[in-house]
């Protein structure tokens, strides 16, 4: 350092220089340091201010609901909207603003002049005001300008698509007002047509651009309508999502069915994206905060060809029968097929509902939107007489004892019981029942009698407790009714012998759904195992791949075991053949060559305040094949004729196609490996 400072003292002309430039170099970077922090930081600091994020909520794509076939019945498909990007018009904006104001000041100055002449003087600073662009007058003007240039655009595009559009002018202004950062719709759902012609012809247009949205589609329609369920528009945060979103697109949210029990599964994560915007509104830049996550996909157990099947056979009486169906595997629980009519088309409740279509929804003797094969209660009748014959059965009741049925003192062709004072009518013919003919015949008198005698009302209550009725049975949907069954308490004071008379014929007290009665049919059918209904089988992620396993429900999972003698259901069982094979059985109309079905027919009274009958209710309850039990078929219409002429056709039907499934089933097994079954944890 000391020879740096002699150097400089010898006058050393390059070193001085050197020293000299170094020193001027360190003071233009002080001074440029003082410009941006002292002098421009103001105007950086403004700039800031004048800029802003706004957060925007991206829906994540909805998993699909395939069948047990992987069959898509709940699915996605892309929409296309065409949409204005205001931000590539902002130069349109401002030079038709730049157009618009210069004519404006040249006829007011053409005004002031006019006015200045007629008054014969020059106006004062004050007066000249009224002839000026105030601020006011600009922003309007620029609010002209822009819909102008924007509604000249749409009428242009509705002409290359040819399609009259037009702009709603309050509808443009709120959105650019309040949403000018994100994309202006002008026309949604374009059809294969519209997009091709835009893409011929538009492709050009400064500020028109596709922008593509997935749209919940139900492919089938109306098909599984109750299982699925339907959509409800909902954009708000699910849980574990950040809550504050300055703008968020739309998405839906299940409100009842599958949609509603997996919406946390379906719906996936939603993604997030920040926009910088300037101080007008405009967007600048965008990122992306957070991936959006696609919803996983739920496998059902339904089949949908055997649900299709019985929904045919369940519209015989007319696409506005109120009915229900119910096909449930007696030894997994799988729900195969599960019926509701009439239905809604869950596709409405996304896209629209047609005209009329949505006053359905309303009407108070349809009820469309309840699922009659679990969310209502409906008096079972004579269903629920294989239930009385077995608790009569396990408290000493000899089935091939014989009870007389006498005759009805007014229809002597008809039978009649005597409860105490009360006569009812038994519409079996008199004559001598032991259990198997008092099934196929449907003899009220026979279960009456037996079912005060042997074990009374406290041993139907018990075993109907272990079928579990009512009491639901979990299914994710959103639609169950538990039923109506009176406690041990209930019937221990103020019972009579007529309430359990009631109950014996499935009448008074007493109530289930479709669903509840399958149950109980396929514990009969397979041995006296309770099973769970299972109505979903998986569910997998969107990417099998790569991507952790499938969450697998489990299968035939027990609920209650009956603890009954096999020969007692065995008895009942046989008994529930003869219904179908006999000639004389009430359930004949259900018959299935090569296909042994055991079944029971039921009708059953709805009864007013008055006790006036004001509808009937229809059932055929079964099971087949008889020697291997594999399947338990329930139908129920309301306002039938007869369980045996009304229900017990449609479930032919629905054996027909049983049967030919486990037919090819069968061909298929043999002539192709097995499948890999999903992963599990």
Not at 375 to 388: A, D
Not at 513 to 539: D, E, F
Request: aromatic content about 8%; charged content about 20%.
């Amino acid at each position: 350092m000391m020879m740096f400072f002699d150097q400089l003292r010898r006058s050393d002309l390059r070193l001085r220089s050197l020293a000299w430039g170094i020193f001027a170099g360190l003071l233009m970077l002080l001074v440029g340091l003082w410009w941006i922090q002292i002098v421009s930081g103001r105007d950086y600091e403004a700039n800031l201010q004048t800029q802003a994020f706004r957060t925007v909520r991206v829906p994540a794509v909805r998993g699909m609901i395939t069948d047990r076939n992987g069959v898509p019945l709940a699915e996605n498909r892309p929409v296309y909207n065409i949409c204005l990007y205001l931000e590539e018009l902002r130069p349109s904006f401002d030079a038709a603003f730049t157009t618009k104001a210069r004519w404006v000041r040249t006829n007011l100055q053409a005004q002031m002049v006019a006015e200045e002449h007629r008054l014969g003087r020059v106006l004062t600073p004050a007066e000249q005001k009224a002839f000026t662009l105030t601020l006011n007058k600009r922003n309007a003007l620029r609010e002209e300008a822009r819909f102008a240039v924007a509604s000249n655009i749409v009428f242009n595009l509705g002409l290359q698509l040819q399609q009259p559009l037009s702009l709603d002018a309050d509808r443009f202004l709120r959105h650019y007002r309040a949403r000018l950062y994100v994309p202006y719709p002008v026309l949604a759902d374009l059809n294969d047509q519209q997009v091709a012609r835009f893409l011929e012809q538009s492709t050009g247009t400064i500020g028109v651009d596709l922008e593509m949205q997935s749209v919940r589609v139900y492919p089938h329609g109306a098909t599984a309508a109750h299982v699925l369920g339907y959509l409800k528009f909902d954009d708000s945060s699910a849980e574990g999502e950040d809550a504050s979103f300055s703008y968020r697109f739309p998405d839906y949210r299940g409100l009842v069915g599958v949609e509603a029990g997996y919406d946390k599964e379906l719906r996936g994560r939603a993604g997030a994206k920040s926009i910088l915007v300037n101080n007008l509104g405009y967007r600048q830049a965008e990122s992306v905060w957070s991936e959006v996550e696609p919803g996983q996909n739920v496998r059902l157990a339904l089949d949908l060809h055997i649900q299709q099947v019985a929904e045919k056979a369940l519209a015989v009486y007319g696409p506005d029968t109120r009915g229900a169906a119910v096909v449930m595997d007696v030894h997994s629980g799988d729900i195969v097929a599960m019926v509701s009519s009439p239905a809604i088309d869950p596709n409405h409740f996304v896209h629209g509902f047609p005209l009329g279509e949505g006053q359905r929804l309303n009407d108070q003797r349809l009820r469309p939107l309840i699922n009659r094969a679990t969310q209502e209660n409906y008096p079972p009748g004579s269903i629920f007489k294989p239930l009385v014959g077995l608790a009569a059965l396990e408290s000493g009741l000899d089935p091939e004892a014989l009870y007389r049925v006498q005759p009805h003192p007014i229809r002597p062709h008809h039978g009649c019981i005597y409860v105490r004072r009360r006569l009812i009518e038994d519409l079996a013919e008199p004559g001598d029942y032991d259990l198997r003919r008092a099934i196929l015949r449907s003899s009220n008198a026979y279960f009456i009698n037996n079912g005060l005698r042997f074990g009374g009302i406290e041993a139907i209550i018990k075993l109907s407790q272990r079928f579990c009725l009512g009491e639901r049975a979990g299914l994710p949907t959103r639609q169950e009714a538990k039923g109506i069954l009176p406690t041990l308490t209930q019937v221990s004071s103020g019972w009579s012998d007529g309430d359990t008379a009631n109950i014996c014929i499935g009448q008074g007290h007493v109530a289930v759904t479709p669903l509840q009665m399958a149950v109980m049919t396929a514990a009969i059918a397979n041995g006296g195992k309770v099973m769970w209904p299972r109505l979903v089988n998986h569910v997998e992620p969107p990417q099998l791949e790569s991507a952790p396993p499938a969450k697998v429900q489990p299968l035939g999972r027990v609920r209650n075991q009956l603890g009954l003698s096999p020969q007692h259901l065995a008895r009942v069982r046989e008994a529930m053949l003869a219904d179908v094979e006999d000639p004389h059985g009430t359930g004949t109309q259900a018959a299935v060559s090569g296909y042994r079905i055991s079944g029971k027919t039921g009708t059953a009274q709805v009864m007013n305040t008055r006790n006036q009958v004001t509808d009937l209710i229809t059932w055929f309850v079964s099971f087949a094949p008889y020697e291997q039990p594999k399947y338990a078929v329930v139908v129920m219409v309301e306002s039938g004729a007869a369980g045996g002429s009304t229900c017990a056709p449609i479930a032919r039907e629905i054996y027909l196609a049983l049967r030919d499934w486990d037919h090819a089933s069968k061909l298929a097994a043999a002539n192709y490996p097995r499948e890999t079954p999903p992963r599990t944890n």
